[in-house]
């Protein structure tokens, strides 16, 4: 059995899914991670301008799709959802790597995040780069 607890919650203005870009660089708005108070000494080591990966939960998402077209583009041949960034998936975890702009207490301030109003927030890792000894 697997069980995830969400460390926090995304504030957005983005509300419905619909009006969600399609890739965090494609013009999401900045957003907030509200983090629940019992995680907030794992902030320690995060700071304003880092790059982090957000692992969400796609709560709006349906777990019964397998196959899409690429972007929703109709055009476009059905693939597989393992080989596309579709939300829709068995297990709809959301990887965003966004850009640390604020932290004010459990209010991290980020950009680039397409995630929904109320996203439920499952981690927050750093983005490792090419030296073996980081993080």
């Excluded at 494609?26 to 790059?51: C, N």
Aim: proline share 10%; charged share 25%; hydrophobic share 40%.
């Amino acid at each position: 059995m697997i069980q995830l607890t969400a460390v926090g919650t995304v504030e957005s203005p983005l509300t419905d899914r619909g009006s969600a870009p399609r890739q965090g660089d494609e013009g999401a708005p900045e957003a907030v991670i509200v983090l629940d108070q019992a995680v907030l000494p794992a902030l320690d080591g995060v700071a304003p301008g880092d790059a982090i990966l957000v692992l969400t939960w796609f709560h709006l998402a349906r777990r019964d799709v397998l196959r899409v077209h690429p972007r929703g583009d109709v055009a476009r041949p059905e693939q597989g959802v393992f080989s596309t960034r579709s939300p829709d998936r068995p297990n709809p975890i959301g990887l965003h790597r966004v850009e640390v702009v604020s932290i004010e207490g459990g209010r991290l301030g980020v950009r680039n995040l397409e995630a929904v109003d109320g996203t439920p927030v499952i981690d927050v890792k750093p983005v490792i780069g090419s030296d073996p000894n980081e993080r």
